[in-house]
T-cell receptor
Framework: DAGVIQSPRHEVTEMGQEVTLRCKPI?????LFWYRQTMMRGLELLIY????????DSGMPEDRFSAKMPNASFSTLKIQPSEPRDSAVYFC???????????FGPGTRLTVL | GNSVTQMEGPVTLSEEAFLTINCTYT??????LFWYVQYPGEGLQLLLK?????DKGSNKGFEATYRKETTSFHLEKGSVQVSDSAVYFC?????????????FGDGTTLTVKP
């Protein structure tokens, strides 16, 4: 199994630009999670989906952030417009059911100049 | 709501020393408990887990026992190696959450010196 796939692995952009992060979960997993990790704030859950439906987006920091899951094999996290404080590592994880392991992707390191 | 509190770091040990990282939790249901490890530049990966009281999870020489009476899941290893240097996260997943959402601790950074 290929595991959770994220792209790009690194993204450098300028303030005000739109950024789109992509995630392909493990086949057969029906839950998908987006996290952000920084030194200051640690690991934060932004949003999660179950069967392609957003369940809880209370962790999304601002309206500049949006996430979609158009099908079971693909999700995007978009930041528009981006700001320097959005610089972080963004992880996607997938899982199956309550009480089960989450499988993390390698992350996307975002730098907003 | 659910919460996880783990030992503050960073923790620095010499090779072959004994490791304990404390973790306690608060949960409304009967959660599964996990330890994840994050090596530099990588995502989190499962180290071990336990799904019910008194279960012991183990992997790569690490162990943790699910203690319901003390709501704890402390991570231990008898003899650490330099390659164990990483960030360790304690987590729980409540079986009332159908989507498998987990609550993570803040992470403890372990550095093992030769």
């Amino acid at each position: 199994d290929a595991g959770v796939i994220q792209s790009p692995r690194h993204e450098v952009t300028e303030m005000g630009q739109e950024v789109t992060l992509r995630c392909k979960p493990i086949s057969g997993h029906n839950s998908l999670f987006w996290y952000r990790q920084t030194m200051m704030r640690g690991l934060e859950l932004l949003i999660y989906f179950n069967n392609n439906v957003p369940i809880d987006d209370s962790g999304m920091p601002e309206d500049r952030f949006s996430a979609k899951m158009p099908n079971a094999s693909f999700s995007t996290l978009k930041i528009q417009p981006s700001e320097p404080r959005d610089s972080a590592v963004y992880f996607c994880a997938s899982g199956t059911r309550a009480g089960d392991t989450q499988y993390f992707g390698p992350g996307t390191r975002l730098t907003v100049l | 709501g659910n919460s996880v509190t783990q030992m503050e770091g960073p923790v620095t040990l010499s090779e072959e020393a004994f490791l304990t990282i404390n973790c306690t939790y608060t949960a409304t249901g009967y959660p599964s408990l996990f330890w994840y490890v994050q090596y530099p530049g990588e995502g989190l990966q499962l180290l071990l887990k336990a799904t019910k009281a008194d279960d012991k999870g183990s992997n790569k020489g690490f162990e943790a026992t699910y203690r319901k009476e003390t709501t704890s899941f402390h991570l231990e290893k008898g003899s650490v190696q330099v390659s164990d240097s990483a960030v360790y996260f304690c987590a729980l997943s409540d079986d009332n959450t159908n989507a498998g959402k987990s609550t993570f601790g803040d992470g403890t950074t372990l550095t093992v010196k030769p």
